[in-house]
Structure formats: structure tokens, C-alpha cells
């Protein structure tokens, strides 16, 4: 799943494509380098990320989704949290909601059934503007998993198609770095919800803090942790760095990593 930031302070590459022909170039680049999603945000999440009203985000999001959706084949993901901003993005051309906030309001599950849309379904402790103040479980993966197991109850009883919803623990949100390393070394015991699995690691804090370099560009450690992932079998990456993720997996492939 490749990341298109149409937003001027996302964590990793606010202002770059903030730009409607710049954020459609970067769509028609990763899809070249090989990614099977495009996943489209008008909003940033990053740690004390100040809210974007509904009307700027559609203003941001669905030029970008109406051209991409004319010149790629790929499925196209909305990243938001507003029902009126998914409606309009599916309208526009979107297949998948992938929600930060787990589609706990029921606006969201109501867009989503009458879009026939799949879903993304994120865990976060607190909001953008709190998940970073102190974050604490008393079991972290636990408390997490039995999250998105509720979750994927909910919305299979709602009338979403289990197959057809995907689960996210939230690397970075609401998590210390051990935090994420624990989840992720734990990914295992997301595959037993019985959904496909996703995770945004890419170019995160954790990674830094691992390496012992907070101004790496975290490139290496997002390859590295992807290749973990992939061993055990995750299903969706999501990553900014779709072509050097892409070549290190097929690496990973053909030298027998997924045998293992």
C-alpha cells in the first residue's frame, strides 16, 4: 500500500505533495514501482496533529482521487475519519476506508455499507492531539487484539464481510516504542482475529529509537521490519518507500524467505 500525503505537515512527507498534480504524480509513480494500493489522506495523524475541517479535506482528497481513479488500476484508499469525506471519496472513485479511529462512529459503517466499500481498521489510543502523552497498557498486544477482535464483531454484524475488513494495530499511535516492538514481534496473534492484516511501520519513530538515530532516514529499518512482516505472512504493508520495499521482498521471495 503505497502513501499519498496530500496534506503540508505529515510526519514524513508533509508539503511534498500538497499539490494536486504533485499528489497525482506521486500516485502514478508508486503504482509504477509496484504498489497494489494507493492510500489517499487529506488529514495528517502525526502526533499533535491539529484537526483539518471537512470541506478543506474534500477540497484536498477528491481531485487527486477523481484523476487517479481514470489512470491506474489499482484500488484506491481513503485515509480519514470523517463520513462525509469517505462519501465523497468513494463517489470520486475510492474502494477502501481505512479509518484510524476503527470506525467507531456508526456514520462510518453506515458510508461504508452503502458504498460496498472494504475497510481498514486501526487501533489508536486517544487521538492524534493525546496518543503521545504517556501512552500505558497493562498489556499492550492483549489490549489490542481483543480491541480489534470487537471491532471486526461489530462490524460482520453490522453486514461487512469479514474477508472484506482489514485489521491495523497502529504502529506509533498511542504506543511507546516498546510498545510497537512488542506488537509487532506478536503480529502472529492478529492472524487469529481471521482477517487480512495491516501495518504502517514506515520511516516511524520506533525505528530511530531501535537504530539509535532519531535524524536516520529510517529507510533501512522500515525494509527491515517489512521483511519481518512478510515472514509472517502480513498482508498489507503500508510503506512510503514502495519500490525499495517491493525489491527487497521479491529478494525475500525468491531467496526463500517465505519458506522458512
Not at 491539529?50 to 485515509?79: C, F, K, M, T, Y
Not at 504502529?171 to 487469529?192: C, M, P, V, Y
Amino acid at each position: 500500500m503505497g502513501i499519498v500525503n496530500i496534506t503540508p505537515n505529515s510526519f514524513s512527507d508533509g508539503g511534498r505533495f500538497f499539490d494536486a498534480d504533485a499528489a497525482v504524480a506521486r500516485g502514478l509513480e508508486l503504482v509504477r514501482q509496484g504498489a497494489d494500493l494507493l492510500d489517499i489522506g487529506g488529514e495528517s495523524t502525526r502526533p499533535y496533529a491539529q484537526p483539518v475541517g471537512e470541506n478543506e479535506e474534500l477540497r484536498r482528497v477528491l481531485p487527486v482521487i477523481e484523476r487517479l481513479a481514470g489512470e491506474v488500476g489499482v484500488p484506491l484508499s481513503i485515509d480519514t475519519s470523517k463520513p462525509a469525506v469517505a462519501r465523497g471519496a468513494f463517489a470520486a472513485g475510492a474502494r477502501i476506508l481505512n479509518d484510524v479511529t476503527g470506525l467507531e462512529d456508526p456514520a462510518m459503517i453506515e458510508v461504508a455499507l452503502d458504498c460496498g466499500a472494504a475497510v481498514c481498521v486501526m487501533h489508536m489510543l486517544g487521538t492524534p492531539r493525546t496518543m503521545q502523552d504517556n501512552p500505558y497498557y497493562d498489556d499492550v498486544v492483549t489490549e489490542v487484539v481483543d480491541y480489534l477482535r470487537r471491532r471486526r464483531d461489530t462490524l460482520v454484524s453490522a453486514g461487512i464481510a469479514q474477508d472484506r475488513i482489514a485489521l491495523d494495530p497502529g504502529i506509533g499511535f498511542g504506543k511507546t516504542a516498546q510498545h510497537n516492538l512488542q506488537l509487532l514481534r506478536s503480529i502472529d496473534r492478529l492472524h487469529e482475529i481471521g482477517c487480512p492484516v495491516l501495518v504502517g511501520h514506515s520511516r516511524k519513530r520506533f525505528i530511530g529509537e531501535v537504530l539509535d538515530n532519531a535524524e536516520a532516514n529510517r529507510t533501512a529499518g522500515t525494509v527491515g521490519t517489512a521483511l519481518a512482516l512478510a515472514r509472517h505472512r502480513v498482508q498489507i504493508l503500508r510503506v512510503h518507500d514502495v519500490a525499495t520495499v517491493r525489491q527487497a521482498l521479491l529478494l525475500f521471495e525468491a531467496t526463500g524467505g517465505l519458506d522458512c
